[in-house]
C-alpha cells in the first residue's frame, strides 16, 4: 500500500508563510512527478506547482510567492508559500507519479490540508 501524508497548512494571516510536506510511503519501487493542487469551495481542483524531471512549474496566480521542492531520498515533496492572501484560502493536495514496480506508475493523492488566511 502506498501512503501520501501531508502536513503543515493552518491558518495564518495575510502576508505571511507557510511551509507544506507531504511524505510517500509504503511498498515505492521509484517516484516520479510530485505536485500540489488546491481547492478553494464552490471551485475546481486546480495545479498549483508541479516538479517534473528537475523542472518545475507554477500557476500564474502563485509565481514568485510558493516554491516547491523536493527531498528525493525522503520520496517528500514540498510547498514554500510565502506572501499569502485571502484568495490562496482552500484544502491543498499533493500528488504523485508512484512506481510500486517496474512496469509503471500510479497517480496518488494526498488526504488534504487546509490552509486559511485571513486577519
Known amino acids: 500500500q502506498v501512503q501520501l501524508v501531508e502536513s503543515g497548512g493552518g491558518l495564518v494571516q495575510p502576508g505571511g508563510s507557510l511551509r507544506l510536506s507531504c511524505a510517500a510511503s509504503?511498498?515505492?519501487?521509484?517516484?516520479?512527478?510530485m505536485g500540489w493542487y488546491r481547492q478553494a469551495p464552490g471551485k475546481q481542483r486546480e495545479l498549483v506547482a508541479i516538479t517534473s524531471g528537475g523542472a518545475t512549474n507554477y500557476a500564474d496566480s502563485v509565481k514568485g510567492r510558493f516554491t516547491i521542492s523536493r527531498d528525493n531520498a525522503k520520496n517528500t515533496v514540498y510547498l514554500q508559500m510565502n506572501s499569502l492572501k485571502p484568495e490562496d484560502t482552500a484544502v491543498y493536495y499533493c500528488?504523485?507519479?508512484?512506481?510500486?514496480?517496474?512496469?509503471?506508475?500510479?497517480?496518488?493523492w494526498g488526504q488534504g490540508t487546509q490552509v486559511t488566511v485571513s486577519s
Open positions: 500528488n504523485a507519479a508512484i512506481y510500486v514496480s517496474v512496469y509503471g506508475s500510479n497517480i496518488f
Open positions: 509504503g511498498s515505492i519501487f521509484g517516484v516520479g512527478d
